[in-house]
T-cell receptor
Framework: GESVGLHLPTLSVQEGDNSIINCAYS??????FIWYKQESGKGPQFIID?????DKRQGQRVTVLLNKTVKHLSLQIAATQPGDSAVYFC?????????????FGTGTRLTIIP | ETGVTQTPRHLVMGMTNKKSLKCEQH?????MYWYKQSAKKPLELMFV???????ENNSVPSRFSPECPNSSHLFLHLHTLQPEDSALYLC???????????FGSGTRLTVV
């Protein structure tokens, strides 16, 4: 079956270092990908998205990389801060199907060590 | 405050109780959603409403009953729940069925 998953359930990074969170997907028809951040006691919050016609997209301190050949997605966070500690989810969909086909991964817990 | 407000934040209910979860958005969005978030499992879509009409229910048990009286409000009515229904229930809205989500902070439900 189709699945979206993360390579590691937990990741600890020293404050100030860069972090990379990975995500694998299996639906080759997926063409829209999103990263969410969920802090304790809050709902998921949109971070950045990317469409399949792009390999890389940058935001503020975050970069998403998409490798369609191996169906892999990554989120890079530069110069991590304590506020980056959270669970990060990737999600995928086929843009034509809308949100009801959005599939989420299980999440990676990122802990920033002071 | 994300623009999507859920109440209550926490709820403990017995298996014979009837309770309702409430979600409210004033973002002008046309689509609203209920998700279930269980430990170590991906977010599970339960219900989708677009322009107040239900478009997806994903085979959710009938002990969960959604209601969308208008485009700003969404309810999830609960009755005769099971302990395995304990989870974080998240409401989300989007401009349309294909737009980006805004999630609420969720209701942490415990069924005893």
């Amino acid at each position: 079956g189709e699945s979206v998953g993360l390579h590691l359930p937990t990741l600890s990074v020293q404050e100030g270092d860069n972090s990379i969170i990975n995500c694998a997907y299996s639906n080759s028809a997926s063409d829209y990908f999103i990263w969410y951040k969920q802090e304790s006691g809050k709902g998921p919050q949109f971070i950045i998205d990317i469409r399949s016609n792009m390999d890389k997209r940058q935001g503020q301190r975050v970069t998403v990389l998409l490798n369609k050949t191996v169906k892999h997605l990554s989120l890079q966070i530069a110069a991590t801060q304590p506020g980056d500690s959270a669970v990060y989810f990737c999600a995928e969909t086929e843009a034509n199907f809308g949100n009801e086909k959005l599939t989420f991964g299980t999440g990676t817990r990122l802990t920033i060590i002071p | 405050e994300t623009g999507v407000t859920q109440t209550p934040r926490h709820l403990v209910m017995g298996m014979t109780n009837k309770k309702s979860l409430k979600c409210e958005q004033h973002l002008g969005h046309n689509a609203m959603y209920w998700y279930k978030q269980s430990a170590k499992k991906p977010l599970e879509l339960m219900f989708v409403y677009s322009l107040e009409e239900r478009v997806e229910n994903n085979s959710v048990p009938s002990r969960f009953s959604p209601e969308c009286p208008n485009s700003s409000h969404l309810f999830l009515h609960l009755h005769t729940l099971q302990p395995e229904d304990s989870a974080l229930y998240l409401c989300a809205s989007s401009p349309d069925k294909g737009g980006g989500y805004t999630f609420g902070s969720g209701t942490r439900l415990t069924v005893v």
